[in-house]
Every structure is written in C-alpha cells, then in structure tokens.
C-alpha cells in the first residue's frame, strides 16, 4: 500500500470487515468498533510521517543553506550575513523540534495501535487457538501467550507470522520506545538531530566531580527510522487482512 501520497489515508481491514459481517454478524459491531479505532491511530502515524519527511526535507536543506552561507560570507555584508544566519537558525530550530515531536509521538501511537490488534482480532480466536481466551491486555502480551503456549496453536501461519513482527516489534519500537522515550527512569537523553535526518538521544549520565553531580555523555542511541517501521506495521496488516479473509472464504466453502 502507498504511504508517502498526501492525504490518501489506508483502510487495511476492508475486506476483513466485509467477511465478518458475513461470518460472524454477533461480532461484527464489536469488530467494527475496534477496526474504528485502529483507523484513528493509522491516521495518526500518516500524518506524522508525512510532516516529519516534509521537516526532514526542510532541515536537509537549511544544513546546506549554511554551508553555502559560509563559503558566500566574504561577499556578503556583515547585516547581510547576520540576517541570513538567523533565518536558516528559525528554520533549523522549528524543522528540529516538529521532527523529535514527530519521532517521539510516531513511537507512542504505533505501540498504541498494535496494542489494538489482539482486540480486533477476538472473533477469529476459536479458528487460531484451542482456547478462546488468551490474553489481549496489549500486544506484547499477547504475542508472550502464543510463545508461553504452544500447544494451543492451531494457525501455525499466524504464529509464524508473529515470531516474524516479534524481532522488530521488540528492537526497533518498544524497547526505544520504553527505555528513551517513555520509561527513561534515571536516564538522561537529550534529543538531536544528525546532519543526515537521522532522530538521535544523547544519553547523559551523573558522575560525582569536585563533591557535585555533573552530566558526563555515556552513548548516542540513533531511533529507527519511523518510515521503515511504518511500512512494517503496514505489512502487518495486510497479512492479517489477506490471511483471515481467506480463512472465513474456506470457513464458509466448506460450510455450504
């Protein structure tokens, strides 16, 4: 599916919406409700990767506005210069802050929607699984469940698939997420933006000099880049939407 055309916003579960209705119309409400929802955070994380490309787009450039400035310094006067310094500095000041609000929000509400997904998935649990009560207090949890009870999978494709979104679900979204973003705790980070566009935390640690606590820097933690963990919750998706619709299709076949 396109993601980077302006305001064309994604409709992931359509088809899956259609075959519930069709299969489980007791459910289909609840479904409905819950694919609602999900539709408001796909929303959200567009938006924010859209405005966050169009400010990385803006920062590249006034990065290369000042370069060119000081190769162009001799033949400028001083006003000249000066005025030119603090445009490209407003331009880089607004372009880096929207684009770590950006960072951090694209983080937040990508958790937010995936932890939707156990919920949306609920009618399809019977077909999935020999119980149909496993835990859907987020996705974390959820994905914990399936590994903590393999003997309760029936979709060995649906746990294939999780054990796939598990790795960049857990590297490159919560634990950024939890332990810059959210859940710091002691930590210090103190945000930036590399030359290149890259989101970047400078952790900062206390150390004792001279009987007082200074900030001494310990790492640079790099944030994944949102464009490629949006085309993987994208992808996602798009399996569960193809996936499920097929299974209800054949549920139904065999049916009649």
């Known amino acids: 599916m396109i993601i980077d055309s302006p305001r064309l916003f994604i409709r992931p579960f359509d ?13 289909y409400d609840n479904f409905r409700l819950q694919y609602g929802d999900l539709l408001y955070k796909i929303r959200y994380l567009q938006n924010i990767f859209w405005r966050f490309e169009k400010e990385q787009a803006v920062f590249k450039e006034s990065i290369n506005r000042t370069k060119e400035l000081e190769i162009q310094k001799e033949h400028l006067s001083p006003k000249e210069f000066f005025d030119a310094q603090v445009k490209v500095g ?29 919920y949306l998935l609920k009618p399809f649990y019977k077909g999935i699984i020999t119980t149909n009560e496993p835990k859907t207090i987020d996705f974390k949890t959820h994905i914990e469940w399936f590994d903590k009870h393999p003997e309760c999978i029936l979709d060995t494709v649906y746990y294939d698939k999780l054990v796939s979104v598990r790795e960049w679900f857990y590297n490159e979204l919560r634990e950024p997420r939890n332990e810059v973003i959210v859940h710091p705790k002691e930590k210090h980070f103190v945000q930036g933006i590399r030359n290149n566009g890259t989101i970047t935390r400078f952790h900062y640690v206390l150390r004792k000099k001279d009987d007082q606590d200074i900030l001494v820097p310990a790492e640079t933690r790099e944030l994944p880049a949102i464009a490629s963990l949006l085309y993987k919750i994208i992808e996602f998706m798009e399996f569960l939407n193809k996936h499920f619709t097929e299974k209800l299709k054949i549920d139904n076949t065999q049916i009649n």
Do not use: Q, W
């Open 15 to 27: 088809d899956l919406e259609g075959a519930v209705y069709t299969a489980f119309p007791k459910d």
């Open 90 to 118: 407003k331009s880089l000041t607004i372009s880096t802050e929207l684009m770590n609000l950006d960072g951090d929000s694209f983080f937040i509400f990508a958790r937010i929607l995936l932890d939707r997904i156990p």
